[in-house]
């Protein structure tokens, strides 16, 4: 033969698809796999709406005296607890609260080190402030299984903030994995110190997404001594809790009514809901029927929190550029290969015609 068999135009067009058709097949899971991994240096902060909040005042913490706000009160005018009753130590007010997140390099290859502060705020007063440390995953958003977590609490009218030592963290919180999938996962709660399972409840649209809806509620989680044997951080001897319930006022518990909304492609949490409920009770039985109750008699905080519109907004459009992203990809894979697959078979018309011409 004079002539190269890949100078045969059929020879040449089934190279030219079987190109294509690698590259659509290859190009958009070679993008997607460096869309998965958490971004190093992220930086994302969430803000809620100002919602109303029963809480123990901060000025009451650490000596027992009753706000400002409180002293009209004719029970509530002289001294400080114990010779008030407690409900004089707990305000109304109005709360929102601001969390910042902020990633960076880990020394270990395919981790990322997270930096959290969640505070919060009435009106531009600090009431708590909550510094989070933990090393996750890159590409699952699990925490790693080493002992090198972190929390530290703040709160105004104590002379020293608590630190818990380092501990081994289990389950999501700040970041779900891409894509997630429609099951239940374990949420770290700070306040319950452990993972509370998140349940998936249905496909739903939210702010014009489709979205996965996670969902649970927990009453009556025992803060002092809990009754399961799941190992905690190592927190100090003399935390605040421990002097709250040296006051004779029960022991403390918790309630949480939590929903998240997570983009399905993206894992982008685009929205979430809370009720929080901190409280006294003697026992189980009473602690259930305080839970979500905010009377000033046994509420240490009770609140709600929202996102406002600006986060809403920022994190409806993270979620709709990857979406977008994702879909230009899946046009991108099924173009090259509709155009290796005309190749194909225009390359079998030519071959069929060189045969009938060397036939006759």
Not at 69 to 95: H, K
Not at 155 to 182: H, I, M, N
Not at 288 to 301: Q, Y
Request: aromatic content about 8%.
């Amino acid at each position: 033969m004079s002539e190269s068999v890949f100078r045969r135009p059929p020879i040449r067009l089934l190279l030219i698809a079987a190109v294509v058709f690698l590259l659509g097949s290859l190009l958009p899971p070679l993008v997607i796999t460096q869309l998965k991994p958490l971004p190093l240096d992220l930086q994302e902060s969430f803000t809620t709406r100002p919602a109303d909040t029963v809480m123990l005042a901060p000025s009451a913490v650490d000596s027992g005296a009753v706000p400002d706000q409180n002293r009209e009160r004719p029970e509530c005018r002289d001294g400080s607890f114990p010779d008030v009753p407690y409900s004089c130590l707990v305000m109304e007010t109005t709360t929102h609260r601001d969390l910042r997140v902020h990633t960076g390099e880990s020394e270990e290859p395919g981790d990322i080190n997270v930096e959290a502060t969640t505070r919060l705020l009435a009106g531009e007063s600090v009431v708590l402030e909550l510094r989070d440390s933990l090393r996750l995953d890159r590409s699952s958003t699990y925490p790693v299984a080493d002992p090198v977590s972190r929390v530290e609490t703040s709160v105004p009218g104590l002379a020293d903030g608590t630190s818990t030592g380092p501990f081994v963290r289990e389950g999501l919180q700040y970041f779900f994995p891409f894509p997630p999938e429609p099951r239940s996962y374990p949420r770290y709660d700070m306040i319950a110190e452990q993972p509370l399972l998140l349940d998936y409840v249905g496909e739903v649209d939210r702010n014009g997404l489709e979205t996965f809806e996670f969902h649970h509620t927990f009453t009556a989680f025992p803060l002092s001594d809990p009754d399961d044997n799941r190992p905690r951080p190592e927190a100090p001897e003399a935390g605040v809790l421990d002097s709250l319930r040296a006051w004779g006022t029960g022991s403390p518990w918790y309630a949480i009514d939590r929903t998240v909304w997570v983009e399905p492609k993206s894992g982008t949490i685009v929205d979430t809901a809370e009720r929080i409920h901190v409280y006294f009770a003697v026992d189980r039985a009473q602690a259930e029927e305080r839970a979500f109750d905010p009377s000033p008699e046994f509420t240490l905080l009770h609140t709600s929190s929202t996102w406002d519109d600006e986060t809403l907004a920022r994190q409806h459009d993270k979620a709709a550029e990857v979406v977008s992203t994702l879909r230009v990809l899946q046009i991108f894979a099924v173009v090259l290969k509709a155009i290796a697959l005309v190749a194909v078979i225009w390359a079998v018309v030519l071959l069929l015609r060189e045969r009938r011409g060397q036939a006759s």
